[in-house]
């Protein structure tokens, strides 16, 4: 299918309130970012959030219903056609909705580089798997979004997330190993996560 | 409001229409400076008025439209569907797409760019502005943004084919020649073939100068 509809996507409800309905994965999008969210249970419709890490300039766009964006600390209520423009990735953003029936489309990219899909939704998309204990689906849509970014950090962490919780203590080490040489801070998020909790007496778990 | 975000409505958007007089842009992406790829609206003002041109996008860009508001009848290649308010449009590289609106006031976004390449602003989006201006009668204005196109992508054949048309209609014939010269150097058959059906260039068939540049 190359056409759809917002509310025929799939919905992503995740921990943060927000629902997620992946556009980009719909249409296996390689060109840009894209995405559409509605209001979960606590009404948060954009996560807080900055984009500091990846360097994305982004467009809320409100296609139905109303939010109230909070950027850089400024309150703006936004109907259907109206749109936040945030250039700087390092202003703190997010949106709550107004209406139940509230849909904000994100767009989002780097100026100058190739879009590359980003790490997160391969892990939001898992969400629902690891929420349901399916730990083998959870590891392949992980693996199948590492084969594309093998050098993902957030990526390999989050894989020997679900390896640790599933019951493959060999690989979680390996994986937690390879995004802690990736980048040494999740050797101290490792440290807190309660996911690694059945690994974290293992010798070779860092410490 | 900082520097560094701006809030907008897309009716606080210039609309300008097509030379053809076929399409309306609300030009999203040149008000607000956005880089990382193309994002545009279009509007059909009235049930019936064409919302997206008829094209297919051959040179590589992926395209997602987003009915807005309004309702819209889309063909992608064989297929014609009624598209409600958002309803998601994904068009690959070289499939036929146009929309027509199916009620007034119908608004479309339109998001492109090509997968593994950085986005570069395309000239047509300046052409596009600059024909619009100085069908309102702001030729300086148009001419300016010409300019600007022409340094921003020096050596295509594209670039000055358009700046001759513009300066054709803003009837500035010697601007017009000068410019058709230089794509007529830069792509030969491409020019011979399209010049002589371009409207815009009717008024120079007459001139000498068109039977030296293309007999």
Redesign the interface.
Known sequence: M??????E?DRIELDDGFEWRP?RR??D????G?NAYAPGATGQVVEEHSESALG??E?Y?V??GRAR?T??G?E?E?G?????????P??R?GAVALSDDT?V?A?????????EPSAWEAMFAAVPAAREGRWADAIRMHEAALAEQPASAPLLYNLACMESRGGWPLDALLHLAEAIELDPKWAAYAAKDTDFDPIRDEPGFPA | ???????????DLERLTSTDGELTLLPLRRT??????G?NAWLGANAGDRVIERHREQDG??E?Y?V??GRAT?T??D?T?D??????????PG?LREAMAAEDDT?V?A?????????EPAPWEDFYVAFAHRAAGRVDEGRAIVADTLAQHPGTWQGPFNAACFEAVAGDDDAAFEHLRVAVERAPAIIAKYAPDDGDLTRLHGDPRWQELFG
């Open positions: 190359t056409h759809t509809h917002v509310d996507l556009v719909r249409f999008i390689r060109a840009f894209v994305h300039e467009i766009l296609l139905r964006f950027v850089d400024n703006h936004l259907p056609g109206q749109l936040v423009f945030v250039r700087d390092s202003l953003r849909i489309l767009l989002g990219g780097r100026p100058g580089v190739a879009h | 409001m900082s520097d560094g975000y701006q809030v907008l409505s897309l009716d607000i400076g956005f880089h990382p790829f994002v860009d992926e997602l987003v807005v508001r889309f992608l290649g297929e569907f598209a409600p308010p958002g309803t998601l449009v994904h068009a690959t499939t608004v976004l998001v492109g760019a090509k997968p593994g390449e950085a986005w």
